[in-house]
């Protein structure tokens, strides 16, 4: 292995997702010893366990109203874990579980346990609406509590039952975190229609927002990634390392709406290909011409444009 120095490292912060919590893994800088040339590294990334949603928010930031039903496999993911491993042995990747919405795969405990195979000691992260979480096993829960994993819900402004998960989080010794998301009204989640427009229990917490596109794929990307708050919110997906969640997802909005932005062999890099960790640094240490596409970069606010939420109409303004 080459020698590395590292420089600093930045927590990042998944507030793309309407979440308000650092999630507990690095995209780092390095000086490379042999060359001297400052990398951005890779030290961990956001897994999308799966592309669709139960839930369906408005504005999804991961496009999931638009996706269609697809998952991670554990035959592919456990491949690609090995491979980076094999990479780079010496780096600890942090690695969060999300969607769409990550429940929904049937391999969840399965890809868990791997991750924890592999590199034992940061904690893996599970971030999900909780809307599953009343109907999961006990073999889940048992492998939440013995690979460490920090479960985190976002909790919307819906009716559904707590108290069930609430009780196997007592069970199992978990310490489940929430994130509230503000909001004046309660919406039945079956019905998908407002049942309180005075909702007060939700009156404080983060607020939900989207990230702006531009079709026309006119911005600035070379100059506006230095500030770009999806920075470091590296996503693997399909085989493939993305830059953003973004560009991740991206396809299905493209897919259902029909419009014209060209994703290139440019925007992703695909891990079975991969011959040096070094190739997948210097891929996240240049802009991507689907940035061009990102209007987000303008906008110093990590949770892009404000929008109310409410559930999706699959209507284009959601997200331009």
């Not at 690695?95 to 929904?104: K, R, T, V, Y």
């Not at 006990?138 to 819906?158: A, H």
């Not at 493209?254 to 290909?273: E, G, Q």
Request: glycine residues 6%; charged residues 30%; hydrophobic residues 35%.
């Amino acid at each position: 292995m080459k020698r590395r120095e590292f420089i600093c490292g930045l927590s990042c912060l998944i507030a793309g997702f309407g979440i308000g919590q650092v999630v507990p893994f690095k995209f780092f800088k390095y000086t490379d010893k042999e060359d001297g040339i400052e990398r951005v590294g890779l030290g961990g990334f956001t897994v999308a366990v799966s592309s669709h949603c139960n839930l369906n928010c408005k504005g999804c930031d991961t496009y999931s109203p638009l996706a269609k039903e697809e998952f991670v496999s554990f035959e592919d993911f456990s491949r690609d874990l090995d491979k980076l491993k094999e990479l780079a042995p010496d780096r600890e990747m942090n690695i969060a579980f999300m969607g769409g919405e990550p429940l929904l795969n049937p391999d969840i405990t399965k890809l868990i346990r791997k991750t924890k195979e592999v590199y034992p000691e940061p904690r893996s992260v599970i971030l999900t609406n909780g809307i599953l979480l009343s109907q999961m096993s006990d073999d889940f829960w048992k492998t939440i509590m013995e690979c460490e994993v920090d479960l985190r819900i976002t909790t919307y402004p819906i009716n559904i039952d707590r108290s069930s998960y609430e009780k196997k989080e007592k069970e199992f010794n978990i310490n489940i975190g929430k994130d509230i998301l503000k909001a004046d009204k309660l919406y039945d989640f079956n019905k998908k229609e407002v049942i309180d427009d005075n909702y007060k229990e939700y009156s404080e917490g983060f607020e939900w927002s989207k990230n702006v596109l531009d079709l026309n794929g006119k911005q600035d990307y070379v100059e506006k990634r230095k500030s770009c708050p999806h920075r470091g919110i590296v996503q693997y997906a399909r085989g493939n390392i993305y830059y953003c969640y973004v560009h991740a997802f991206i396809n299905a909005f493209i897919d259902y709406f029909k419009v014209d932005i060209p994703i290139t062999k440019d925007d992703y890099i695909r891990i079975a290909d991969v011959k040096d960790i070094k190739e997948i640094d210097d891929f996240l240490s240049k802009p991507k011409p689907l940035c061009r596409f990102c209007k987000q970069c303008h906008n110093t606010c990590y949770g892009g444009e404000p929008l109310e939420w409410g559930f999706s109409e699959r209507k284009i303004s959601e997200w331009t």
